[in-house]
């Protein structure tokens, strides 16, 4: 009985052992397996968008100075021929002579300039022996800066001339107005074609180069002078503007008025920039037209032209003059 439950007791313990869990093994890491090589994609051609074509490479026609004059035409000319005080080569005493073969160079019959001082229109009245001049200093006893139109007396005779201040009081001398830098002025010229009779009226001046304000008001006064001292004779407006084609000054001026370079019937010769300040460079012109020559009364305008004449660094002035050659009907 004794062997009976131990052999019992031995079968039952096998049976237990055998149903027991084994222990579980670690789990093997996972092979990796290669990357499927994909084909390569097709790189995609770069979408361009349509270039706008270069600008067209604009060229300065230089100045014929073997154009001839025709026959009863009038060449006037706005020059700011640059007040003094610059050093060599373009110094005072060295452009005044440089200034003068413009003028005779270029046959011109009235020239409106600016900036000319009392002792530098003296010099160069003492030197320009055919012209004759008219105008007074923008300062209160009269002297400073002018605006004077000089004219060929061989061929004018002034029949009646002033000077007007840009300013809310324009018949006072040295008066100014609307944040002006400096006093600012309009000289007149009444002329008479001694070859063919005819007359008109020469306006000359120069705008503010800082207040709009001056210039916008300035530029009203001309226009609402020009018609009581003219008396419907033709017109020319010739200045240093100090400002551009589409600014409100000039506009005000266009609208009773026109520009000689637009009414040429030839294109316009010379450079397109008037203001160079002893800088000019023919390959980079910049746009500096900030000088004119309007009109208005029965012409022609046969030319207009700017007399970029300069030898190296070597200036009549730190402004190209303007010329506009007309026939009055």
Known sequence: MRKLSILLAFFTFALI??????????AKPAEAKPAEAKPAEAAKPQETKPQPP????????????????????????????????????????????????????????????????????????????AYAAVGVGREPNKGG????????????????????WLSTTPDVVGSH?????????????????????????????HLDHRSEEARRNGAALIMSRMDDIAKGLPCFLTGDMNCRINTPSIQSFLAKMKNTKD?????????????????????????????????????????HATINDHNGNEYPSDHFPVMAEIILK
């Not at 052992?17 to 670690?26: D, L």
């Not at 300040?277 to 208005?296: L, Q, T, V």
Request: hydrophobic share 35%; charged share 30%; glycine share 4%.
């Open 54 to 129: 270069p600008p067209p490479v604009v060229k300065e026609v230089i100045f014929d100075q073997n154009v001839p004059k025709e026959a009863d035409s009038i060449r006037i000319c706005s020059f700011n021929i640059r007040t003094r005080g610059d050093k060599a080569p373009n110094d005072w005493q060295t452009r005044i002579s440089r200034i003068h073969a413009i003028l005779e160079k270029y046959e011109l019959d009235s020239i409106g300039v600016q900036e000319l001082t009392t002792q530098q229109k003296n010099a160069l009245m003492a030197k320009a022996t």
């Open 145 to 164: 800066e002018h605006c004077c139109v000089i004219y060929r007396k061989d061929r004018f005779d002034c029949l009646d001339a002033g000077t007007f």
């Open 263 to 303: 009414a040429s019937e030839t294109p316009h010769m010379g450079s397109f920039q008037t203001f160079h300040a002893y800088r000019y460079n023919p390959e980079k012109p910049s746009k500096g037209e900030i000088d004119f020559i309007f009109f208005n009364g029965d012409m022609r305008v046969l030319k």
């Open 177 to 205: 107005s609307w944040k002006t830098a400096c006093r600012r002025i309009c000289t007149w010229a009444k002329l008479k074609d001694k070859k063919t009779g005819k007359e008109f009226v020469h306006f000359n001046t």
């Open 17 to 26: 052992a055998q149903e027991a869990p084994k222990p579980q093994e670690a």
